[in-house]
């Protein structure tokens, strides 16, 4: 089955947000096909559904000086932080056309961003209960290095991923990332070593979209036919 990609290089939240609308409505309708959105965007913070503003650390009045937006979507999960040098992917999957279930699209999109990190000597991994990409996943202080967070409509899936490449790790400072006050937000470039890991260049966000969209695919395959009896689906 057909999974359009489609890089769309730096752009700003709010027109991606639009843009994933446009897509949902239009997949939910079978007017188009699957699609991945890669892309990075200006700073910006996206609070969940149901997130609690008080994990973000700074005031509004501040952020707004620093020019950062505060925006509530509709995705599941907490706070988060999006800027140069991350590799944001939004995929608008239409579920049930491909018989995948819910939880084994999120492990495709969890071992997508492992495979990433792997192409690049970065060995990454899933965590009980904190769903996205982890790096030192049995040590005493595991690393984040990609959030995830999903929305379903219509049966169709839309939100993400995003994937430290060369973000500017202080970013995070202003925000307890997914929620949590004590986590360590890390980036590829960081883990391995790279002389300026936080140059967020999207140059360097561009090379890891690539191995992301060819893995996920692979990933999303496997999941639909690792799917067992009845394709029974509930959209949230």
């Not at 994990?55 to 925006?71: C, F, P, T």
């Not at 932080?81 to 056309?97: C, D, M, T």
């Not at 169709?156 to 997914?178: Q, S, W």
């Not at 986590?183 to 140059?203: F, K, Y």
Request: with cysteine; glycine share 10%.
């Amino acid at each position: 089955m057909e999974l359009h990609v489609r890089w769309l290089g730096r752009i700003g939240y709010r027109e991606a947000w639009q843009l994933q609308h446009e897509l949902v409505r239009a997949r939910a309708a079978g007017e188009i096909p699957d699609q991945l959105l890669l892309l990075e965007h200006e700073p910006v913070l996206t609070l969940g559904r149901q997130a609690d503003e008080s994990h973000v650390r700074v005031s509004r009045e501040e952020l707004a000086r620093r020019g950062i937006e505060l925006i509530r979507v509709e995705r599941g999960g907490e706070v988060t932080y999006h800027g140069p040098g991350q590799l944001v992917g939004y995929p608008i999957v239409k579920l049930a056309e491909r018989a995948v279930l819910l939880r084994p699209f999120v492990r495709a999109l969890e071992a997508a961003m492992s495979d990433t990190a792997a192409a690049y000597g970065v060995t990454g991994g899933r965590r009980n209960d904190h769903p996205g990409c982890w790096c030192d996943v049995e040590g005493a202080t595991p690393r984040k290095l990609g959030a995830l967070g999903l929305r379903v409509e219509r049966g169709v899936t839309y939100h993400g991923i995003a994937l430290n490449v060369t973000t500017r790790l202080a970013d995070f400072e202003l925000i307890d990332p997914c929620g949590m006050p004590a986590v360590v937000v890390t980036s590829i470039g960081r883990e391995a070593g790279w002389p300026n890991p936080e140059d967020a260049t999207t140059e360097s966000v561009d090379r890891a979209s690539v191995i992301f969209a060819d893995s996920f695919r692979r990933r999303l395959a496997a999941a639909s036919e690792d799917v067992p009896g009845p394709r029974v689906l509930v959209s949230t």
